[in-house]
């Protein structure tokens, strides 16, 4: 990392002389900065605050309650990535439920889930969509594809969610003051910057588009801070090798043709308007929560005394968590926060527990 860019943002925050607070909205930007040690590294007067831009973590218990009721069902196999096995839904997780004889499966894609589909035509396959715009693409050419090649016993359970209205959302909610969004690289390959400028017009937040690199974290901080002091909110892209200002057109298209916008519900976060994407009506063959519609779970409840929905919101921290390296950790999780390798709590709990100021 250069030297004269630490220099700048020590200079920048100097010159702004009052605290400032950045949410990197992304969980593997939180990874890096601990691993990297780029926290060590920010002025007195700058925090990191981790964000929702973990898809695991905000998937709501309805939703692991429903795909737990499915798995349940005779000749289904529900196939998920790893990383959903062990989040907690209000009766057990997918990993308890695979115990007690429920066939879930691990897989590496969706294309994966579509191949055991045509493979073994006797079972149900479902795939778990959850995840952001980065995955949306490939799970929506499944959907295409099965619908065109007739693979009528695959079917996707669809929790897929859209980052730009959940940051539209946080400054909103009024109890946290964010100062500048480190916006995500990998969702910014698929949507383009353009899609954060309605954050900078409403909000008057600055937005730059980070790498995963501490070098490219660092040059995106100092960004933000140039805009913080001179008044500024725009949308910028540190990450150019990947990002540009309209995105992959090609992914974009897709998913509109597959899916279409709808509201939805993040943990921590409650209903965002038009923060999710569902299935379109041409599509519903292939859509698990039609094709399995007698399935009624019961209503979902959360785990006394876990705070992370107020930890995705940037409101608090690992550490004011009574459950916290006690009761939660990461071989026996209570929050979905804990559970994901790109959870805050398991950040924390991976490189620093007694960090409290960032």
Same mark, same amino acid.
């Given at each position: 990392?250069?030297?004269?860019?630490?220099?700048?943002?020590?200079?920048?925050?100097?010159?702004?002389?009052?605290?400032?607070? &950045?949410?990197? %909205?992304?969980? =593997?930007? =939180?990874?890096?900065?601990?691993?990297?040690?780029?926290?060590?590294?920010?002025?007195?007067?700058?925090?990191?605050?981790?964000?929702?831009? @973990?898809? %695991? @973590?905000?998937?709501?218990?309805?939703?692991?309650?429903?795909?737990?009721?499915?798995?349940?069902?005779?000749?289904?196999?529900?196939?998920?990535?790893?990383?959903?096995?062990?989040?907690?839904?209000?009766?057990?997780?997918?990993?308890?439920?695979?115990?007690?004889?429920?066939?879930?499966?691990?897989?590496?894609? +969706?294309?994966?889930?579509?191949?055991?589909?045509?493979?073994?035509?006797?079972?149900?396959?479902?795939?778990?969509?959850?995840?952001?715009?980065?995955?949306? +693409?490939?799970?929506?050419?499944?959907?295409?594809?099965?619908?065109?090649?007739?693979?009528?016993?695959?079917?996707?359970?669809?929790?897929?969610?859209?980052?730009?209205?959940?940051?539209?959302?946080?400054?909103?909610?009024?109890?946290? *003051?964010?100062?500048?969004?480190?916006? +995500?690289?990998?969702?910014?390959?698929? /949507?383009?910057?353009?899609?954060?400028?309605?954050?900078?017009?409403?909000?008057?937040?600055?937005?730059?588009?980070?790498?995963?690199?501490?070098?490219?974290?660092? *040059?995106?901080?100092?960004?933000?801070?140039?805009?913080?002091?001179?008044?500024?909110?725009?949308?910028?892209?540190?990450?150019?090798?990947?990002?540009?200002?309209?995105?992959?057109?090609?992914?974009?298209?897709? @998913?509109?043709?597959?899916?279409?916008?709808?509201?939805?519900?993040?943990?921590?976060?409650? =209903?965002?308007?038009?923060?999710?994407?569902? /299935?379109?009506?041409?599509?519903?063959?292939?859509?698990?929560?039609?094709?399995?519609? !007698?399935?009624?779970?019961?209503?979902?409840?959360? !785990?006394?005394?876990?705070?992370?929905?107020?930890?995705?919101?940037?409101?608090? &921290? +690992?550490?004011?968590?009574?459950?916290?390296?006690?009761?939660?950790?990461?071989?026996?999780?209570?929050?979905?926060?804990?559970?994901?390798? !790109?959870?805050?709590?398991?950040?924390?709990?991976?490189?620093?527990?007694?960090?409290?100021?960032?």
């Amino acid at each position: 990392m250069k030297n004269d860019i630490i220099k700048e943002m020590l200079s920048l925050a100097g010159t702004i002389g009052r605290p400032v607070k &950045l949410m990197e %909205v992304c969980g =593997t930007h =939180t990874m890096a900065a601990f691993r990297t040690g780029l926290r060590s590294l920010l002025p007195e007067n700058v925090s990191l605050l981790s964000g929702p831009g @973990c898809p %695991v @973590c905000v998937t709501p218990n309805d939703f692991l309650d429903l795909a737990i009721a499915i798995a349940e069902e005779p000749d289904v196999v529900i196939t998920t990535f790893g990383d959903m096995l062990k989040v907690p839904g209000s009766r057990m997780s997918l990993e308890h439920a695979k115990a007690r004889g429920a066939d879930v499966r691990v897989v590496y894609s +969706p294309l994966d889930a579509l191949n055991m589909a045509k493979e073994q035509p006797g079972k149900k396959i479902v795939f778990l969509g959850v995840g952001f715009e980065t995955t949306a +693409p490939t799970v929506a050419w499944t959907i295409k594809e099965a619908l065109q090649s007739g693979v009528a016993n695959y079917s996707v359970l669809c929790a897929h969610k859209t980052i730009p209205e959940a940051m539209l959302a946080l400054p909103a909610g009024g109890d946290l *003051r964010i100062d500048g969004f480190m916006c +995500p690289g990998h969702v910014s390959v698929i /949507i383009g910057a353009k899609a954060y400028e309605p954050i900078c017009a409403r909000h008057h937040i600055p937005c730059v588009i980070a790498g995963f690199e501490a070098a490219d974290m660092a *040059r995106a901080i100092t960004m933000i801070l140039r805009q913080i002091a001179g008044s500024q909110a725009k949308v910028e892209i540190e990450y150019t090798r990947s990002v540009t200002m309209e995105g992959n057109v090609t992914a974009q298209d897709l @998913c509109s043709e597959v899916f279409e916008k709808s509201d939805a519900q993040w943990r921590g976060l409650g =209903t965002i308007p038009d923060s999710g994407l569902k /299935i379109r009506d041409k599509y519903a063959a292939h859509d698990a929560q039609k094709t399995f519609p !007698e399935i009624k779970p019961t209503p979902s409840a959360s !785990e006394h005394g876990c705070i992370c929905g107020d930890i995705l919101r940037g409101v608090k &921290l +690992p550490a004011d968590c009574p459950l916290f390296g006690r009761k939660c950790t990461p071989s026996s999780p209570i929050g979905a926060c804990m559970v994901s390798s !790109e959870g805050t709590c398991a950040a924390y709990f991976k490189y620093t527990r007694r960090d409290k100021k960032k």
